[in-house]
Each structure stands twice: as structure tokens, then as C-alpha cells.
């Protein structure tokens, strides 16, 4: 086959079998995708230099604990809330949830790492995979950070993505980037990092049924631990990570 007589129009991908959704989903969640998610340690480099997170077992612990409570438990509910506005077409809550989001982090690390993240995702979204709606509340922000979780929120609800696999999509990528992460560290070797993705499923799919089912009022974490590693991060000497 010569490379014009490949099809250039959709349908690509089997819509009953897979849902319309899904490729858009994999390819924003992979971590091809130009968001930098890989530079990020989430101060897992900290801990793993303190001796803290040192095998599979303390880094399970440690990757379950910011799914469950700490910034997954955050950025579930803003893609939730952001996901919901768009649905709606209401750019003012998007933008509320976007500014929740922003604020919700414990260090400047962890800031970066939404912003930094949440700007790469949409400019690449307005580029390759262009979505009026998600377009016209980016000309709204006029230059102002963006709320990793907020933007993909958006994003998978103008797709018609169900907000159940957008949640456990986004949650997973967490994990695995995490798990990544230990790997490059030397806390644990490949097999390993399967194991502890294999373990977090039922940790990453019950983080998705408290998600939906959350009260406004019980937003936050508790992940005290974390954030005081992304604090030493800032400073540590030696850093392989920009988190």
C-alpha cells in the first residue's frame, strides 16, 4: 500500500466496540503526549534520597496514599467539576474550577507541575485536536495558569467521553508516571512497577466511585508526608526531577 492510498477520513476507530472517545483518551493520557508529565517526581525524589520510600511495598504505599488522598484526591474532583461545566457549556464554573484547582496546592513544585502540565495539554489540544468550546475558554484566560486536571476535564467532556473513564484514565496515568518515577530512581525494576500497578487497580477504581459521589464540602487532602517531601525537593541537591 502506498502511503496516499491510506484512508484519510474517520470513521477510524470502531465506535460500538470502543466507544468514540477512546482513542482521543489513550493518546492524551500516554505518555507520548507533550505534557512533560515524566519530569515530574511529585517529591517522590525525596523521599526515595531520605531512605524513606526504599522497595515496592513503601513505594505502593506511597503512590496509593497521593491517589486516595492527596492530589488525585484533588484533581478528581476538579476534572469531576470541570467536566460537568463543560458538559453544561459554562465557561464560568470551568473557570471556577480551574481557580479551585490553582489553589489547591501545598508547594511551589506542586503548582508547577499542574501549570506547567495544564498549559502544555492545552496548547497542544488547540493545535492538533482543536475543540471550540475548550478554544473560546482559553481566550478567555488571557495568559492565566491552567489546572492540569480542569483543562483534560474539559476536554474529555466535549468528546463525549464518559467522566467514569476520564477520572480512572487520569488517575491511572498518575500512578504509572509515579511508578515510573521509582523505577528511574532505582527504588524498583520493572516487574515490579507492574506489580504495583496491578495492586493500585482497585485502589485507583474505588478513588473514581468516591469521586462522583463527593460532597463540594469534602474537597481536600491529607497527605501531609507528600507535600513536606515536595518542600526538602526544592532544595535538595542533586535532582533528576523537577518535582
Not at 471556577?96 to 489547591?104: D, P, Q, V
Request: charged letters at 20%; one cysteine or more; a neutral charge.
Amino acid at each position: 500500500m502506498r502511503m496516499n492510498d491510506l484512508p484519510s477520513a474517520s470513521p477510524a476507530v470502531p465506535e460500538k466496540s470502543c466507544g468514540a472517545g477512546l482513542y482521543r483518551l489513550l493518546t492524551w493520557l500516554s505518555p507520548g503526549f507533550p505534557t512533560g508529565a515524566f519530569s515530574y517526581s511529585h517529591g517522590l525524589e525525596a523521599v526515595a534520597a531520605s531512605g524513606t520510600v526504599r522497595d515496592r511495598a513503601s513505594l505502593q504505599r506511597w503512590i496509593g496514599a497521593v491517589v486516595d488522598a492527596g492530589s488525585g484526591r484533588i484533581d478528581a474532583d476538579i476534572l469531576r467539576d470541570a467536566y460537568r461545566a463543560a458538559r453544561a457549556g459554562d465557561i464560568g464554573a470551568l473557570t471556577i474550577a480551574n481557580r479551585r484547582g490553582l489553589a489547591f496546592r501545598a508547594t511551589t513544585e506542586m503548582a508547577v507541575e499542574t501549570t506547567a502540565q495544564g498549559a502544555a495539554f492545552l496548547d497542544t489540544c488547540r493545535a492538533a485536536w482543536f475543540e471550540p468550546f475548550v478554544d473560546r475558554w482559553a481566550n478567555t484566560l488571557d495568559g492565566s495558569p491552567v489546572c492540569y486536571a480542569a483543562v483534560l476535564g474539559a476536554a474529555t467532556a466535549r468528546v463525549g467521553i464518559p467522566v467514569e473513564c476520564a477520572l480512572l484514565g487520569f488517575l491511572q496515568a498518575l500512578a504509572a508516571n509515579l511508578t515510573s518515577a521509582g523505577l528511574r530512581l532505582g527504588i524498583i525494576g520493572q516487574t515490579d512497577g507492574q506489580r504495583i500497578l496491578a495492586a493500585l487497580e482497585p485502589v485507583i477504581g474505588a478513588a473514581v466511585v468516591r469521586a462522583l459521589s463527593r460532597e463540594p464540602e469534602a474537597f481536600g487532602s491529607a497527605t501531609f508526608a507528600v507535600e513536606l517531601a515536595s518542600m526538602a525537593h526544592e532544595t535538595q541537591y542533586t535532582r533528576l526531577f523537577r518535582s
